[in-house]
């Protein structure tokens, strides 16, 4: 049995006469570029997170662009976010000029760490960047108290986290400004790429659906420099068809975390991702395989990861040889991120040396994500349990002495 990291066939045979009925009105309506269907994709969405305005754009990407120049930030500026992320979190800070700062994760929860939060504000500072990573919604409460205290804006990377929520309240709503990113994989995924900015702020959201539209507030007039960077028409049919099947999608994420929860258990040689807050949305479910035990154990053996000494990251895991003989049995699974932001090629230039974010380096040289989709069969699941409970216990003997052989 081969099992995926992620597979819309399933989907497709569900909704698959309504996705062509909805995609063949757009088509013959001759209408691709804004109309009807954007605004009541829109609406809908911005319903469903709760706030009053929802923007659609092109990308996750250009979400976080839009909206942090819809705020204001650019040259000179500081935003505050983590390394650990997808790679767009920074280059979208980097794009409007200004400059990510880095704060370490916390190797519990894989997020933010808001305990060293204050520390890395500076007077250059405008705005905080949290990232609710694998759907897993970071403390808002928190991040917008310590915002407020310090008269900074809260952009949420929502990329990962569509139907995620924090304190009952959905993810989105509660920064400034909410990032959404519909790329297929994602917990709400189009037909290609999309995103969303929400916001609560009249005006704002004014100025970001502007931006998006070649800095233009009516035709052919503009008043500042913006991006082409619409949703297509084809793209919000699509969604509309699924946005009614997210709550029960991101029901059927917790189901199958908590079965890998409960029949993984506590196993000592794999670190299980916590349970985490009720609201987490469990875009991916990503487990930690220790560091090797090292020289000692297994006699200077173990050979680092390719990217442990190209990025100078922690030596050697054991999580490259178990991805290896779960590929081996049938089972696919993916590194998210196997380098850090901040040791990029792309951001050699910001100065961070190796050892700059330990718990950020060490989590990219020891995560692993197991597959986790709404469509993955239970039979698929347990064979990822029976082939990893067959592994575990094999990660830090005969991992070490395969390497060796
Ligand atoms: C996917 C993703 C993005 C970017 O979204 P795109 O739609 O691919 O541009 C940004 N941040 C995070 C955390 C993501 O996972």
């Given amino acids: 049995m081969q099992v995926p990291p992620f597979s819309l066939t399933e989907q497709l045979q569900h909704l698959g006469e309504e996705l062509d009925q909805a995609v063949l009105q757009v088509l013959r309506s001759g209408q691709y570029i804004g109309g009807g269907v954007i605004a ?27 909206a942090l120049r819809g705020l204001g930030i650019g040259p000179g500026d500081e935003v505050i976010t983590c390394s650990f992320s997808f ?13 990510p700062v880095f704060v370490d994760v916390e190797e519990s929860s894989y ?20 990232v609710h990573l694998f759907g897993r919604p970071v403390d808002m409460e928190r991040v917008c108290a310590i915002a407020a205290a310090h008269g900074l804006q809260v952009v949420e990377d929502c990329a990962q986290a569509t139907g995620a929520s924090w304190a009952g309240r959905p993810v989105g709503s509660w920064g400034d400004v909410g990032c959404f990113s519909f790329f297929p994989t994602k917990n709400l995924g189009g037909a290609g ?48 068809v699924k946005l009614p099947h997210l709550p029960s999608w991101v029901e059927r994420r917790r189901g199958l ?33 220790p560091r090797c035990p090292g020289a000692s154990a297994c006699a200077g053996s173990c050979t680092p990861a390719a990217d442990s000494a190209n990025y100078g990251l922690p030596e050697a895991s054991c999580r490259d040889w178990l991805k290896q003989e779960l590929q081996a049995a049938g089972v696919t699974t993916i590194i998210y991120y196997p380098i850090p932001i901040h040791r990029q090629p792309a951001y050699a230039d910001l100065g961070y040396a190796p050892g700059s974010l330990p718990r950020t380096e060490q989590l990219c040289a020891e995560v692993l994500s197991l597959p986790i989709f709404p469509e993955l069969a239970a039979e698929q699941q347990q064979r990822v349990i029976e082939v990893l409970s067959a592994l575990a216990g094999k990660v830090q003997s005969q991992a070490c002495a395969s390497v060796a052989a």
């Fill in 111 to 130: 997020l933010i760490d808001l305990d060293q939060l204050e520390a890395a504000i500076t007077p250059a500072t405008k705005a905080l960047l949290p």
């Fill in 40 to 66: 009541a994709f829109e609406s809908e969405f911005a319903t469903s997170v709760g706030t009053a305005f929802a923007i659609g754009c092109n990308s996750g990407t250009d979400a976080l662009i839009l």
């Fill in 193 to 240: 790429d999309g995103g969303a900015v929400t916001c609560n702020n009249p005006e704002l959201a004014a100025r970001i659906r502007e931006l998006a539209v070649h800095g233009m507030p009516r035709r052919y007039l503009h008043t500042s420099l913006g991006y082409n960077s619409r949703l297509d028409a084809i793209q919000a049919a699509v969604l509309r």
């Fill in 257 to 289: 975390a908590q079965t890998y929860h409960q029949a993984l258990g506590s196993r000592l040689e794999i670190h299980l991702p916590e349970v985490g807050p009720a609201g987490h949305s469990w875009n991916q479910f990503v487990v930690r395989v």
């Fill in 87 to 99: 790679f767009a979190t920074a280059e979208a800070i980097s794009a409007v000029g200004a400059t």
